[in-house]
């Protein structure tokens, strides 16, 4: 079969002066690969090269495997954008963000941005309205015990389980006209301490 493959994502440069610090230049690049194998199976992946002082940072944003079940359903698999999450999932790249700063708890360690493990998500048509939803089980958060500034917080960086544990969670949306979507989203995580 025939295979598609593109290239996309985002470049930007950025300013930012806060009360009694210096101000700052900074630069990142993005770039997403979409690479459909077939009619059901799409591989999708996003990297982020960011400036650190001298340093550049390289993230691994996301990369799943979706697979298309049926017109209403999508399994995926592997490190994917948490959809409880909504900010992350759908507002954050900087061409759609228009905000100064992001919104309270995205990054700070209360909310994840993105879980490593198996989702099934999508949508079902109700008249004119679409309900649409997403379950999925992750490796669990771990609760930080070696940083005595950040004691007690939650490492979403689930790329491998601290425990057994698993983390449990989804969003459920009326989408009622497009663009305007009611949802709520949860997770649950029984917790260790990391090593």
Do not use: C, H
């Not at 930007?12 to 770039?31: L, V």
């Not at 992946?45 to 650190?52: N, Q, R, V």
């Not at 360690?109 to 048509?125: D, M, T, W």
């Not at 649409?132 to 669990?140: E, I, L, T």
Request: aromatic share 12%.
């Amino acid at each position: 079969g025939d295979t598609k493959f593109v290239i996309a994502g985002s470049a930007s440069s950025t300013f930012s002066t806060y009360s009694n610090t210096p101000s700052n230049f900074g630069a990142t690049f993005a770039p997403i690969f979409l690479w459909q194998l077939n009619d059901k199976l799409l591989v999708e992946s996003e990297l982020e090269f960011e400036l650190d002082g001298s340093d550049t940072i390289v993230n691994l944003e996301y990369v799943d495997i979706s697979y298309e079940l049926n017109d209403y359903m999508t399994l995926d698999a592997g490190k994917f954008l948490n959809p409880m999450n909504i900010f992350v999932e759908r507002y954050e790249p900087n061409w759609i963000n228009k905000l100064p700063d992001t919104p309270l708890a995205i990054y700070d360690g209360i909310l994840p941005e993105s879980n490593v493990g198996v989702q099934l998500r999508g949508a079902v048509p109700i008249g004119p309205s679409r309900l649409k939803y997403a379950g999925y089980v992750s490796n669990a958060p771990s609760l930080i015990a070696d940083d005595s500034s950040a004691a007690g917080q939650l490492e979403f960086n689930n790329f491998t389980s601290a425990s057994d544990y698993k983390a449990y969670g989804g969003r459920v949306g009326l989408e009622v006209i497009p663009g305007v979507e009611a949802g709520y989203g949860m997770q649950y995580a029984n917790v260790t301490a990391n090593a």
